[in-house]
């Protein structure tokens, strides 16, 4: 897996170009970097300058850490663990400086503790509000209100951010965020009656950047989130995973800002490990779901759906299933993906030979190909690729 540190970086401008003039972009390396390798990429974002990386939890902030532990102190990025903690992460989250987020007043009593156990500094936390995705975070009203009366007096717990998480943010004009937007703003509203000053607003994902193309009807997330944010004297800011890997949804109903300028940093590649004459009349692979109706030359691969190849781009008689390149053209899968050979037809590319590179992922093939045969969304396709990541600087 070959992951071109010139594609992410050009990603990652491409997306703090779109957020505009005061909306910074955090960078989710969450998921080993969406299966690009957080060590991979941590240290490579850091020097483009992300002020934030984006985990999931304590262990992976921990190898994030440890993974940018030699960038220089004034690029050092700050570290938000997204996806709550369980009550044994508390003493980890403080030791390796992350900044958790949080919306229970459980998980904010194991950080304090935590914090007077090391003897730290009062902790920074961001508070999540659930404004319509019923996963995480705090509901506006009587709930949040109590939560703040006892978050202001806690010595060793600092209110550093208020965020929330967008359900249909690749829907233009979407009802469900319009709402989501109105109980995050009462919410902006009930902490700042708290008498707190968060550092930090931000809210949405990827799509949120690239579905901010300003419509009739609605001048775009960004621009609301600035205004609420600089509202309370707050930066504001947002979250982007996957346009960093250079995928994103199409925006549903709009135009897309970003997602153009976007290009895969991911190359999956592996090699012909066999080549193979069969006859009109043999079928390959599996439950004989494909034959060959012609003399065909195969090739086999050494990969397979314990790999990340979906079983789904398998090819019958009856449907065409997913393709590999080799040598630039096109070789179609036959028969079924198996768990770690997947067989592909050269019988039109001429002077294939065993060892030849194949690309399994990557320019002529990418992952909304493979989302789209295996009826699924990039997302998926990508965080499943299980090959060792390592870093190309190659142009192009
Ligand atoms: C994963 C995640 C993101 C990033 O989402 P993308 O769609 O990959 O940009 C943003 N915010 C939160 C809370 C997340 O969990």
């Not at 700050?78 to 919306?103: K, Y």
């Not at 404004?131 to 709930?143: C, D, I, N, S, Y």
């Not at 930066?235 to 949804?249: F, K």
């Not at 080549?275 to 439950?287: E, K, L, T």
């Amino acid at each position: 897996m070959e992951i071109s540190e010139e594609r992410l970086v050009a990603n990652y401008r491409a997306l703090v170009s779109g957020a505009g003039d005061g909306v910074t972009v955090l960078a989710v390396v969450k998921a080993d970097g969406y299966a690009h390798g957080a060590k991979v990429c941590a240290p490579v974002l850091a020097r483009a300058g992300v002020e934030w990386l984006g985990v999931t939890d304590a262990e992976e902030g921990a190898a994030v850490r440890a993974a940018v532990a030699g960038i220089s102190e004034k690029r050092q990025p700050r570290i938000m663990v997204m996806s709550g903690l369980l009550r044994e992460d508390a003493e980890a989250i403080v030791r390796h400086g992350l900044t958790p987020i949080v919306w229970t007043r459980q998980q904010m009593e194991w950080l304090a503790e935590a914090v007077v156990q090391r003897g730290a500094e009062p902790l920074a936390v961001h508070l999540e509000i659930d404004t319509g995705m019923a996963r995480q975070g705090v509901a506006p009203g009587a709930e949040l209100r109590e939560l703040l009366k006892w978050l202001v007096v806690q010595p060793n717990l600092r209110l550093d951010g208020v965020m929330t998480h967008f359900a249909s943010s690749e829907v233009a004009d979407s009802p469900l965020t319009l709402r989501q937007r109105v109980r995050f703003e009462q919410a902006i509203g009930e902490v700042a009656a708290a008498g707190l000053q968060p550092v930090w607003v931000h809210a949405g994902n990827s799509s949120t950047v690239d579905n901010s193309a300003v419509s009739v009807h609605d001048p775009g997330s960004l621009v609301w989130l600035r205004s609420v944010a600089s509202g309370i004297g707050a930066r504001a800011m947002v979250r982007c995973g996957l346009a960093l890997y250079g995928y994103c949804l199409p925006v549903e109903g709009g135009r897309s800002l970003v997602r153009p300028e976007l290009r895969p940093v991911m190359t999956w590649k592996t090699r012909v490990i066999g080549i193979r004459d069969v006859q009109a009349g043999d079928s390959v692979g599996y439950n004989a779901i494909f034959t060959a109706h012609r003399p065909m030359r195969l090739a086999l691969l050494p990969v397979g759906y314990a790999d990340g190849l979906r079983r789904e781009l398998s090819a019958s008689d009856a449907t065409p299933g997913g393709w590999v390149m080799i040598g630039g053209r096109r070789a179609m899968i036959v028969g079924r993906v198996s768990m770690n050979l997947t067989v592909v037809d050269v019988t039109d590319i001429s002077g294939v030979s065993v060892c030849d590179e194949v690309v399994l992922l990557g320019d002529g093939i990418t992952a909304d190909d493979h989302a789209r045969l295996a009826h699924t969304i990039a997302y998926e396709i990508v965080c499943g690729m299980r090959a060792e990541p390592r870093l190309v600087n190659a142009a192009g």
